[in-house]
């Protein structure tokens, strides 16, 4: 290896990937599941995508939880199950509340927003039952620049304390005040940790990604990054992504599909895109026109939901010339690029007599999301 920069991320030593089992074993899914996913903060979706008065139900790493909005635009989080028999609450996607409460299908409690019991349909009331005794129980939610985070399971893990990157660098982005676009859900069939490798590095970008090549010119040459070159100094000047000459954003085109936000920096601009990665849950794609999320549900040791939104400003959706193909079908490719590769990258751990991998220099941010997995593993408790 040539002389690096002391400064360097590159990886100084041939690391050993993780072994096979690490993705597919149910066991390890679980222990993940429990300890990583349960008690970390899941991505649940815009804050302005749930009308004030309705309420969802939401599937978070096997949790059922119950989101409501109340009528005064107030948001909570509990576990989708009544305190008077075990009925599950909200029993569909999306329900408006009724007076603007949670009323249960079975025996027609209510319960008031806040999660207070408001009501029992039973006549009479044992002398020592006390309704204060037996609200909703919730759970941890998180309202992050309009996006809900719910953390199932109680844990010491602060949002964003030692799972996040970039998260002051959309503050120039008017998050709150965007709008879903588009949303497509599918299924992946691979270990939620096989979609992040492949997310945090670039080495398969020129065999796998022709047109991100085609706008980005540095993955060309397999950097995710300027800092990834083995050359690269903190004085280097090469941007530190930057898009093909006259290329503003991830479109087919190349061309913004709408009118850029105001409020970004000429730097921002001129970045083509910003990332803001929050494990395990989601990362960001900003654009001066619009952002797209990628967020991962994991669904068994081999199989991992994918939802990819877009959200605009809301003129976008009233600008006659916004195209929303244009980002859609760039990203959906991209998109289908990598998850036929973690598919393949699945199959061959399970086939092979493969014990573990190595990692190259470059690939020194899936060292770090490792190494952040081992420290969550450390002393958890069994699923
Ligand atoms: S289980 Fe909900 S009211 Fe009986
Ligand atoms: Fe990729």
Redesign the pocket.
């Known amino acids: 290896m040539q002389q690096i920069h002391p400064l360097s991320p590159l990886l100084r030593e041939a690391t050993p990937s993780l072994p096979p089992s690490r993705y597919i074993d149910g066991n390890v899914y679980a222990d993940e599941l429990h300890n990583i996913w349960k008690k970390g903060w899941n991505y649940v979706g815009p804050l302005s995508d749930i009308a004030p008065g309705t309420m969802r139900r939401v599937d978070v790493a096997g949790t059922n939880i119950l989101l409501v909005r109340a009528k005064d635009g107030d948001v909570r989080a509990y576990h989708n199950v009544?305190p008077?028999?075990?009925?599950e609450l909200c029993t569909a996607d999306e329900q408006p509340l009724r007076g603007g409460r949670i009323l249960?299908p079975?025996?027609?409690?209510s319960f008031n927003a806040d999660g207070t019991l408001a009501r029992t349909?039973a006549a009479s009331h044992a002398p020592d039952f006390d309704k204060a005794d037996h609200g909703l129980r919730s759970v941890g939610l998180i309202d992050w620049n309009g996006l809900l985070f719910v953390r199932p399971v109680e844990s010491s893990d602060d949002f964003g304390a030692d799972n996040a990157f970039g998260l002051h660098d959309l503050d120039n982005w008017p998050m709150r005040e965007l709008v879903t676009a588009s949303r497509e859900t599918h299924l992946v069939e691979c270990n939620w940790k096989i979609l992040w490798e492949n997310f945090h590095e670039c080495l398969h970008c020129p065999g796998v990604h022709p047109s991100l090549c085609d706008l980005i010119p540095i993955h060309r040459k397999g950097l995710g990054t300027y800092s990834d070159a083995p050359d690269w100094t903190p004085d280097s000047m090469e941007p530190e992504h930057g898009l093909r000459d006259g290329a503003r954003s991830w479109t087919l085109s190349g061309a913004a599909a709408t009118a850029e936000f105001p409020g970004l920096t000429e730097d921002q601009r001129n970045a083509g895109q910003v990332y803001c990665v929050i494990w395990p849950t989601l990362f960001i794609v900003a654009h001066v026109d619009y952002i797209s999320i990628v967020s991962y549900r994991p669904k068994g040791p081999e199989q991992t939901e994918v939802t990819g939104e877009v959200l605009v400003a809301p003129a976008a959706l009233a600008d006659p010339n916004f195209d929303l193909h244009q980002i859609v079908a760039f990203n959906q490719q991209v998109q289908n690029e990598d998850e036929e590769v973690c598919e393949l990258n699945q199959r061959g751990l399970r086939t092979s007599p493969f014990k573990a991998g190595v990692l190259m220099p470059e690939e020194h941010r899936v060292k770090t999301f490792h190494d952040w997995i081992a420290r969550k593993m450390a002393g958890a408790d069994a699923a």
């Not at 008077?84 to 009925?87: I, N, P, Y």
């Not at 079975?106 to 409690?109: I, T």
Request: aromatic share 18%; charged share 10%.
């Open positions: 009544c008077h028999r075990g009925s249960c079975y025996h027609a409690w349909a």
